[in-house]
């Protein structure tokens, strides 16, 4: 089956616009996971999704930032009032389960450039 | 706190050559441990995983690590390297509740021909 999809792969904004980004997991898949990949960051854990729940929102960095879930499946994560700092490749995993043991398969990422 | 720590930002090996990338963790628990390769323009690829057992793992394409908990390290290896090795080496730490995972800074292979 196909792996973990995201949309869009290239996304240019201006500061202070909202942007979407969705991520489509493996079919089955009830955990999804999103990070944020930067050069000063390195990998961060920004949420993660049990279902439509997100038990972990410990890493969204502002309240700017939100995701939401539907139907066990699609997810996506919402940067409102976009600044320059939030440049970065977002990545999207999906797992079989959630207890820490389960391979994460990652997507290809957003790459988010704000001007 | 929970913390990965990849001493080596940029390691440069000749084809051929044999490889160690160093991972240092800081985990309360007995630790699950990964490391993932990241090569240019792709998404993050499992190479291997640690929970318990046999503290010397293999992965896929050639490569092995070994769990050191005196050291809290988990050190990633391989006999012989290839140029298509040359990619980005992450180490990560799972959370065993969550799962969420906590990557090192990661290393950069280059390989020499």
């Known amino acids: 089956g196909a792996g973990v999809s995201q949309s869009p792969s290239n996304k240019v904004t201006e500061k202070g616009k909202d942007v979407e980004l969705r991520c489509d997991p493996i079919s089955g898949h009830t955990a999804l996971y999103w990070y944020r990949q930067s050069l000063g960051q390195g990998l961060e854990f920004l949420i993660y999704?049990?279902?439509?729940?997100?038990?972990?929102k410990s890493g969204l960095p502002s309240d700017r930032f939100s995701a939401e879930r539907t139907g066990g499946s699609v997810s996506t994560l919402t940067i409102q009032r976009t600044q320059q700092e939030d440049s970065a490749v977002y990545l999207c995993a999906s797992s079989s389960g959630w207890g820490g043991k389960e391979t994460q398969y990652f997507g290809p990422g957003t790459r988010l450039l704000v001007l | 706190a929970q913390s990965v720590t990849q001493p080596d930002i940029h390691i440069t090996v000749s084809e051929g050559a044999s490889l160690e990338l160093r991972c240092n963790y800081s985990y309360g628990a007995t630790p699950y441990l990964f490391w993932y390769v990241q090569s240019p323009g792709q998404g993050l690829q499992l190479l291997l995983k640690?929970?318990?057992?046999?503290?010397l793992v293999q992965g896929i394409k050639g490569f092995e690590a070994e769990f050191k908990r005196s050291q809290s390290s988990f050190n990633l290896r391989k006999p012989s390297v290839h140029w298509s090795d040359a990619a980005e080496y992450f180490c990560a730490v799972g959370a065993h509740q969550g799962g969420k995972l906590i990557f090192g800074q990661g290393t950069e292979l280059s390989v020499k021909p």
């Open positions: 640690y929970f318990s057992g046999d503290t």
């Open positions: 999704f049990q279902g439509n729940s997100a038990p972990d």
